[in-house]
């Protein structure tokens, strides 16, 4: 075993390998070799905001575990946790951050808990999303097949992101671009913080769209770039629409605007990649005026939502979390890397034992190649 810390003097990393066996009640500890290297310098002194980062992760935690609490009784948790951070460089994602520590789940629960499960996609070069992929590549395979043309899974958070599954095809999944980032970053800024989403597209239903400004909108970089991509709300933000120098406008026609640059964006994404059929999921969809401005910008292509195949659409991220947990505790790898970009499949996430002593299944050994739900049945 390799043993890990730093102290919270900050002056170093001390490190120990020791062998390490058990009998009976009886642990026996032999020290092989022990070392101290430097800590980096460019990480101290740490920021005073890590206090409130703390603060949040075990906030997070037991909300999170609070939750879970009044679903039981079940065998296992797997939270994919509160993503605050998705630091991408040049194409590149350098890390990821998830808070909603899960040892307050475990201590509410009683129950094992997988979390942390981008982290790993992202140390084998991947982008650590979308993990949606690995859902959607199980699960619409048979679809792919039976029209022999790409389907394409999309789901709008405040990030869109779309996962193509094409019939003997690596499967390619990313990030399109904004989903709801940029409207409800606009209603924040409108509204001087009291308003922080356009409920039903009130706004943007009143407003017109400027074709402008939607063309210098759309003119940023990240369309053009190749998958596998991600990016998050560190981009495309509050922030993000200062610096855009957009001309001044009346509120109703900017959040028109960026609904349609929404529904344009993941409209041309899907037909880059000449979908047969898009299905939907994600909050973005109770927009009616971004739903019906995504069914128009896809015209011809048939827009369907994910409840039409027995998956409810705003539930689909948390039955992935469902999923991603279910494969890392039977020890199937739970990335696809054609679509994150990762060096090949990893097992995904870290264990936090529950009020029981820790007992894993017997791995499966054979390929994951279909899911089922509801008694529908697709093939990868």
Known sequence: MIGLISGTSMDGI???VADLSITGDLVELVPVEHAEHPFPEDLRPLPRELAGMCELDTRLGQAFGDVAAGYLPADLVCSLGQTVHHEIYDGKCLGTLQLGQPAWIAE????????????????????GAPLASTLDALWLGELARSTGKPAVALNIGGIANITVVSPGEPTIAYDTGPGNA?????????????VRQDTDGEFAARGKVRPEIL????????????????????????????????PTTQAEDLLATLTELTAVTVADACRSHGAGVVVASGGGLRNPVLAKALERALHPIPLRSSDSLGLPRDGKEAYLAALLGFLTWHGVPANTPSATGASGPRLLGSITPGAAPLRLPEPVTTAVTRLRIGGTSARS
């Open 14 to 16: 001390d490190v120990a």
């Open 108 to 127: 509410r629960t009683g129950l094992p808990v997988v979390s942390d499960l981008r982290t790993r996609d992202v140390a084998a070069g991947g982008q």
């Open 182 to 194: 940029l409207l409800d970053a606009a209603m924040e800024v409108l509204s001087g913080g009291r």
């Open 215 to 246: 063309a210098k909108l759309a003119g940023d970089p990240y369309y053009a770039e190749k998958p596998p991509k991600s990016t998050g709300k560190e981009y495309f933000n509050a922030e993000y629409l200062t610096l855009a120098g957009l």
